[in-house]
């Protein structure tokens, strides 16, 4: 499946961006998602993850109560909406795919997923 990532932007602290993963190439509903931000110097950082059926989500513990993920399986499309964002959150995001065999299951790892978009990059300014 290849991914595409779209939505990122520049805002101020404090305000919102949604950004989008659309997916193609691939049966959608049969992979899990996930959402991931790189800073420059540092590793890859797990945001959030997605089930296939959509009924399961889990969040990095800095961003619960401000970020949600939502899928579409009928359109092949993950979101990532971003409220209260912060400073810190400024990073380039990615979205990821891994082909998942039950359709609660989750993926918090990097290294689980086989499949990532080229990533958005998402400026919060003070």
């Known amino acids: 499946v290849q991914l595409q990532a779209s939505g990122g932007g520049l805002v101020q602290a404090g305000g919102s961006l949604r950004l989008s993963c659309a997916a193609s190439g691939g049966t959608f509903s049969s992979y899990a998602m996930g959402w991931f931000r790189q800073t420059p110097g540092k590793e890859r950082e797990f945001v959030g993850a997605i089930s296939r059926s959509g009924g399961n989500t889990y969040y990095l513990d800095s961003v619960k109560g401000r970020f949600t993920i939502s899928r579409d399986n009928a359109k092949n499309t993950v979101n990532l909406q971003m409220n209260s964002l912060k400073p810190e959150d400024t990073a380039v995001y990615s979205c990821?795919?891994?082909?998942?065999?039950?359709?609660?299951?989750?993926?918090?790892?990097?290294?689980?997923?086989?499949?990532w978009g080229q990533g958005t990059l998402v400026t919060v300014s003070s």
């Open positions: 990821a795919a891994v082909w998942a065999a039950y359709t609660d299951t989750i993926y918090v790892r990097k290294n689980d997923y086989k499949n």
